[in-house]
């Protein structure tokens, strides 16, 4: 079965505490992206990556690292999570193209107290 | 940048009513548009698309068309449902000088009552 897979699905830690939430996809396809869902905020882009060795900032970049060391694997790190990166991540991949349809992981539900 | 404005919710109707959800966009480039629903609990999955100007993009009942005069992608519905009950997000992709950056609407929350 296609999909995005992220883990884990919920978290909660404490400020400065190390962690990183994976995304793996089995479609073959070179964008991935992560994105945060905020109340009120809609959807916001936090990286994206158009291929292996490629990363680029979104919207909100600051506080986060992500890396593309294989196709399939996006991970996204939070190097001292402070409670304002309290969200709901959502992981995603697509092919690249001109309109080409993301598609999105289940979600992972971090709180930072 | 780019930007999305959506109508703002919450929307509740009645089933079989007639919906319009508004979505205008401003964009540096010819971004493609797209419209995704989010059920209670799932991650986002896409609801229709349109690439140029005045495709009509349209799924399950549900349309929208690419109005590059007006910059907008509206999302219509002749007759909704109960299990038309989700979050609806317009979203545009850069296609050109911010090629990958993608960018979303608040998100519309519609409530279909029996």
């Known amino acids: 079965e296609a999909q995005v897979t992220q883990n884990p699905r919920y978290l909660i830690t404490v400020t400065g505490k190390k962690l990183t939430v994976t995304c793996s996809q089995n479609m073959n396809h070179e964008y991935m992206s992560w994105y945060r869902q905020d109340p009120g905020l809609g959807l916001r882009q936090i990286y994206y990556s158009m291929n292996v060795e490629v990363t680029d900032k979104g919207d909100v970049p600051e506080g986060y690292k992500v890396s593309r060391k294989e196709k399939r694997n996006f991970p996204l790190i939070l190097e001292s999570p402070s409670p304002n990166q309290t969200s709901l991540y959502f992981c995603a991949s697509s092919l690249l193209g001109e309109a080409d349809t993301q598609y999105f992981g289940p979600g992972t539900r971090l709180t930072v107290l | 940048g780019n930007s999305v404005t959506q109508m703002e919710g919450p929307v509740t109707l009645s089933e079989e009513a007639f919906l319009t959800i508004n979505c205008t966009y401003t964009?540096?480039?010819?971004?493609?548009l797209f419209w995704y629903v989010q059920y209670p609990g799932e991650g986002l999955q896409l609801l229709l698309k349109a690439t140029k100007a005045d495709d009509k993009g349209s799924n399950k009942g549900f349309e929208a068309t690419y109005r590059k005069e007006t910059t907008s992608f509206h999302l219509e519905k002749g007759s909704v449902q109960v299990s038309d009950s989700a979050v609806y997000f317009c979203a545009l992709s850069d296609r050109d000088t911010n090629a990958g950056k993608s960018t979303f609407g608040d998100g519309t929350t519609l409530t279909v009552k029996p």
């Open positions: 964009a540096t480039g010819y971004p493609s």
